[in-house]
């Protein structure tokens, strides 16, 4: 078993998917299938990204069961109140416990054009509510055709980094846009290699102990069967799940990587 530095985080990114009821049957169920595992969250933390419209629900379920799971929001406006139809504050998200957010996830840089600048200013915003931001970055593609895997994440994170301090947490997703959902995950070593090559960005603009500090977790087409050898990367510090996370006893499997025999 590989020793990790830092503890890992697996995140359950449930896109718009499962209405508050279902939220609240699928958080149930990875509870119980969490304990019959007998799962440690000494090493690994367990945290889930549901709907804006569920996080009441998870957020009451967590807390009347005092569930170990952290729970997170899969945006944040920019702003912190005021004339913005449509648009949910951080403080919001700190009013219902939100330990998380994502921040600059592909879908929302494609689907409403969020460039690293809206990003940036999204992360201050959940920084100033006290949230954890879990900033996505990751290279389309023809992204990697062209430049390579590691530029447009490097470029990505770095407006980020600038414009906050040494001191800030945030928690990097490294997402290759086409390993996000088409079933092929970037194998271990290309993972590795960007999160390896994030986290020298990191050390560069803020220093050691940040670089040291910073979780990176690897995302796209995470599952049970491929976690363990994406783990085995000393710079993988974790995995934002999509898909699978929707499933209780696949997601938990997940969160048991230090269980598995590697059969990737
Ligand atoms: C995601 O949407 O963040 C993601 C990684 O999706 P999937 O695991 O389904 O590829």
Request: glycine letters at 8%; charged letters at 25%; aromatic letters at 4%.
């Amino acid at each position: 078993m590989v020793e990790h530095a830092r503890k890992a985080l697996i995140a359950g990114n449930w896109k718009m998917n499962l209405d508050h009821l279902q939220a609240i049957a699928l958080v149930q169920k990875l509870a119980w299938t969490l304990k019959d595992r007998n799962f440690q969250s000494t090493t690994v933390e367990v945290a889930v990204f549901p709907p804006f419209t569920d996080l009441r629900s998870v957020q009451t379920l967590i807390a009347a069961d005092k569930l170990d799971i952290g729970l997170g929001a899969q945006d944040l406006s920019r702003h912190d109140s005021g004339a913005h139809t449509g648009e949910v504050s951080g403080a919001f998200l700190s009013a219902l416990a939100c330990d998380y957010v994502l921040v600059g996830h592909s879908e929302r840089r494609a689907d409403h054009g969020e460039t690293d600048e809206v990003c940036l200013a999204k992360v201050q915003a959940a920084l100033r509510h006290k949230l954890t931001p879990v900033l996505c970055v990751g290279e389309t593609a023809e992204d990697l055709e062209k430049v390579g895997a590691a530029a447009v994440p490097v470029s990505q994170l770095t407006t980020v980094l600038e414009g906050i301090s040494a001191d800030d947490e945030i928690v990097v997703a490294y997402e290759p846009v086409w390993a996000i959902g088409s079933g092929t995950p970037a194998t271990a070593e290309q993972a590795e290699e960007v999160c390896s090559t994030l986290r020298d960005t990191i050390r560069n603009v803020h220093g050691d102990e940040a670089a040291e500090r910073t979780r990176i977790l690897y995302g796209g087409s995470v599952k049970s069967s491929n976690i363990a050898g994406l783990m085995r990367g000393a710079n993988v510090d974790g995995a934002l799940v999509g898909g699978a996370s929707l499933d209780a006893e696949e997601f938990a499997a997940i969160a048991q990587f230090e269980k598995h025999v590697t059969v990737d």
